[in-house]
C-alpha cells in the first residue's frame, strides 16, 4: 500500500468549514483493527451537508467525509476479517467522530465493519449504500408492525433521492402498491415508473390541509422529507397503517395532533441507522444482498464521479437536482 493517499477532509476555523482533498498517511486517520482498500463509496444527503458545511454533521475537525465505504481488507488485527476479505461500512458514526468513506484508505475499528454478503459486489454495495440500507431498515420495522400489502399503497416521499429509490423497489418486489411523491414529476416519471411506483403525485399540488384528520388513503408511508409533509401523512394513513420517518429535508419541526394515534392507531417509526444493533445490520444486509435485492438496482445509478468531483456534486444534491445515488470511485 503507497504511504500516502488521497482523501476528502472538512477542516473548521473560524466558525466556517472548508472540504478539501488531503494527502494523508495511514497515521493521520482514526484509531482502528482494520485497514481497508476503498473501492467505492456514495453520496448520501448527510454525506452532502457535511461537505458543503451546510449541516453540522461532523463532531471533530479535520475529518475525513462520507458515511460509507467499501473495498477490501489490506490488513487485520482482529480475527474475523482476514487480507483480501471485501467488506462494507455504512453509518456508524462515519463521519462524526469517525474518519468516514471519502478515502483510499480506511481504517475502522472491526465492530462498524460488515463482511460483503454473497449476492452484492462492492459497487453494488455502495449503490445502496446508507440510503439502501436505511429504506430496507424501514421496511423491516413495519413488517415487524403488522404492515402488509392488503391495507392499501404505501406512500413514499422524496421518492428520487436515494431512501425513496431504494424504498420503492423493495416494497414493490414485496407486493405493496408504491405512490411516488416527487417535486419534480415531470422529470422523473419514468424513472419512478421503471422502479415500481404504480402511481406518482406532484408534491408541490397536494392539498395538506388542517384539520386533525383528513381523508385516509394511505395504508402507509416511508416519509424521507419531514415537515409539513409529514405532518400530513400523520392524519391520512388509515388505521393501523406505519410511517417510517426517516428525513428532515423539508423541515425538523412535526405538526400533528394525537387523534391519528389514538384514533386510527398510526404508528411513527423511527428510523435511525447510525447505531443500528449490529445483528440487525447483518440480518439487513443479507437481506439486500437475497430477496430484497432490487431487480433494478442500475437504474438508480446517476453517474460514477472522483473525489475531485465531490463538492460540486454534493452542491447539486443540496439544490434537490439529483435523480438516484451518486457513486465515488475511490480505486480502480
Known amino acids: 500500500m503507497a504511504k500516502s493517499f ?53 463532531r471533530r475537525y479535520p475529518l475525513v467525509a462520507g458515511i460509507d465505504g467499501a473495498g477490501v481488507v489490506e490488513s487485520s488485527d482482529n480475527p474475523r476479517f482476514k487480507h483480501g476479505d471485501e467488506v462494507l461500512i455504512t453509518g456508524c458514526n462515519l463521519s462524526e467522530t469517525l474518519d468516514g468513506g471519502y478515502s483510499e484508505v480506511l481504517r475502522m475499528p472491526a465492530v462498524v465493519v460488515v463482511p460483503l454478503p454473497t449476492g452484492l459486489s462492492l459497487k453494488e454495495a455502495m449503490l445502496l449504500g446508507t440510503a439502501g440500507f436505511t429504506a ?75 384539520a386533525p384528520l383528513e381523508s385516509a388513503r394511505w395504508g402507509g408511508a416511508v416519509d424521507t422529507v419531514g415537515g409539513d409533509l409529514l405532518g400530513w401523512l400523520t392524519r391520512t394513513v388509515k388505521p393501523w397503517g406505519n410511517i417510517a420517518s426517516i428525513g428532515l429535508a423539508g423541515g425538523h419541526e412535526l405538526s400533528t395532533t394525537v387523534m391519528p394515534f389514538i384514533l386510527r392507531g398510526v404508528s411513527l417509526l423511527g428510523i435511525h441507522s447510525v447505531e443500528c444493533p449490529m445483528p440487525w445490520r447483518l440480518a439487513i444486509w443479507e437481506k439486500l444482498a437475497g430477496d430484497w435485492k432490487p431487480a433494478a438496482l442500475e437504474v438508480i445509478e446517476n453517474r460514477v464521479i472522483t473525489l475531485e468531483q465531490m463538492p460540486a456534486a454534493c452542491a447539486e444534491i443540496i439544490a434537490g437536482t439529483v435523480q438516484g445515488r451518486i457513486l465515488v470511485k475511490l480505486n480502480g
Do not use: F
Open 136 to 210: 430496507a431498515l424501514a421496511v423491516r420495522r413495519m413488517q415487524e408492525n403488522h404492515q402488509t400489502p392488503a391495507m392499501g399503497p404505501i406512500a413514499v416521499t422524496g421518492a428520487t433521492g436515494g431512501v425513496g429509490s431504494v424504498a420503492i423497489q423493495i416494497l414493490s418486489r414485496l407486493g405493496y402498491e408504491v405512490v411516488a411523491i416527487t417535486g419534480k414529476p415531470a422529470t422523473s416519471a419514468d424513472y419512478l415508473k421503471r422502479l415500481g411506483a404504480t402511481e406518482i403525485l406532484d408534491r408541490r399540488t397536494l392539498e395538506l390541509g388542517k
Open 6 to 58: 488521497q482523501a476528502l477532509r472538512v477542516h473548521r476555523s473560524d466558525k466556517t468549514t472548508e472540504a478539501r482533498l488531503d494527502s494523508l498517511s495511514l497515521d493521520d486517520l482514526n484509531a482502528g483493527e482494520i485497514v481497508v482498500r476503498a473501492a467505492w463509496s456514495g453520496i448520501n444527503y448527510k454525506d452532502a451537508l457535511a461537505v458543503t458545511g451546510k449541516g453540522r454533521i461532523l
